[in-house]
């Protein structure tokens, strides 16, 4: 089955540790991009990606980094520099040539900061 | 500044018919998604609309009107399993993606 693999579905940071979220997509899709979620809010847009070995910053990049070595992989880098880091981070992929630009999303991971 | 606005919150019941509305001002208008997320889980595709009118699939309708910046999802024959939060999101002429808070819906018996 093709889709969003996101890991771990819960992790426990302590505060001035970095920690890397993985994300793999099998669908094929050009663009792959990350999205925070906090409660109350919309969807913010951390990273995205429309090809391998290029990626531009969202709305909230400052304290993470992202690489995007193969078309598959997209892994979010939650850096010591981010100050509220506590939040549900969303992976998501789309395919560029499609007439509405659907994105399908992981399942989330939950990041929590002691 | 963009800004999508939805009902924080609706309550519904088992077997009725519900709607919740989305209004939206962004610079351009390239489509209007929503999606269901149920808690916890990722969000999931229900409709998108770029034209005018209403796009029917099954249970789920969803309505647009561009010159008044406004959407509406209907959710008819409610059931339990369509307690989650529905997200609206409008594609602006950047082709950027903007996010509403989205409405949770919690259906009751």
């Known amino acids: 089955d093709g889709g969003i693999t996101q890991s771990p579905k819960y992790l426990f940071r302590k505060e001035g540790q970095n920690v890397t979220l993985s994300c793999e997509q099998n669908?094929?899709?050009?663009?792959m991009y990350w999205y925070r979620q906090d409660p109350g809010q919309g969807l913010r847009l951390i990273y995205y990606?429309?090809?391998?070995?290029?990626?531009q910053k969202g709305d909230i990049a400052e304290g993470y980094s992202v690489s995007r070595e193969k078309k598959e992989s997209f892994p979010l880098t939650v850096t010591s520099a981010q100050k509220n880091p506590t939040a549900f981070y969303l992976c998501?992929?789309?395919?560029?040539?499609?007439?509405?630009?659907?994105?399908?999303f992981g399942e989330g991971s939950r990041l929590t900061v002691l | 500044g963009q800004n999508i606005d939805q009902p924080t919150e609706m309550t519904a019941t088992e077997g009725a018919i519900v709607q919740i509305n989305c209004t939206y001002q962004?610079?351009?208008?390239?489509?209007l998604f929503w999606y269901q997320q149920h808690a916890g889980e990722a969000p999931t595709f229900l409709s998108y609309?770029?034209l005018d009118g209403l796009e029917e699939k099954g249970r789920f309708s969803s309505f647009l009107s561009r010159s008044k910046g406004y959407s509406y999802l209907l959710l008819k024959e409610l059931q339990m399993k369509d307690s989650a939060s529905y997200l609206c999101?409008?594609?602006?002429?950047?082709?950027?993606?903007?996010w509403g808070a989205g409405t949770k819906l919690i259906i009751k018996p």
């Open positions: 962004t610079s351009g208008f390239n489509g």
């Open positions: 609309n770029v």
């Open positions: 998501a992929s789309s395919a560029l040539e499609a007439s509405t630009g659907e994105l399908f």
């Open positions: 990606s429309q090809i391998v070995n290029d990626f």
């Open positions: 669908l094929n899709h050009d663009a």
């Open positions: 999101a409008v594609t602006d002429s950047n082709y950027q993606l903007i």
